[in-house]
């Protein structure tokens, strides 16, 4: 009956004992995935917010332009006007 009891053995110690590893590694791995996870949303805020800060200054460049197209256009206008009136007449 050694055969019996090293299959009694096997199941009674061997299995908790795998259980036991497989459960730490598990435990391990979950918590390297946790930690990449977290580092992957730090650099995703980071990168958000270098995105946000980027559009902003584009906005302010943007409405720059618009501004000196939108002044720029009425004094245009006025100047050619001018120049109409001050041609000389042969």
């Known amino acids: 009956m050694p055969t019996s009891m090293l299959f009694f ?11 036991g ?3 730490d590694m598990f435990k391990r791995w979950l918590k390297h995935k946790e930690k990449m996870g977290e580092a ?4 995703t805020a980071e990168k958000a917010a ?11 460049r943007v409405r720059v332009l618009e501004r000196i197209v939108t ?7 006025d100047e050619i006007e001018r120049l109409r009136d001050d041609r000389p007449v042969n």
């Open 9 to 19: 053995f096997g199941i009674v110690v061997g299995i908790p004992v795998i259980m």
């Open 50 to 60: 270098q995105y946000a800060a980027h559009t902003e200054r584009l906005e302010q």
């Open 21 to 23: 590893i497989g459960g």
């Open 71 to 77: 002044d720029k256009g009425v004094d245009l206008a």
């Open 40 to 43: 992957l949303n730090a650099q």
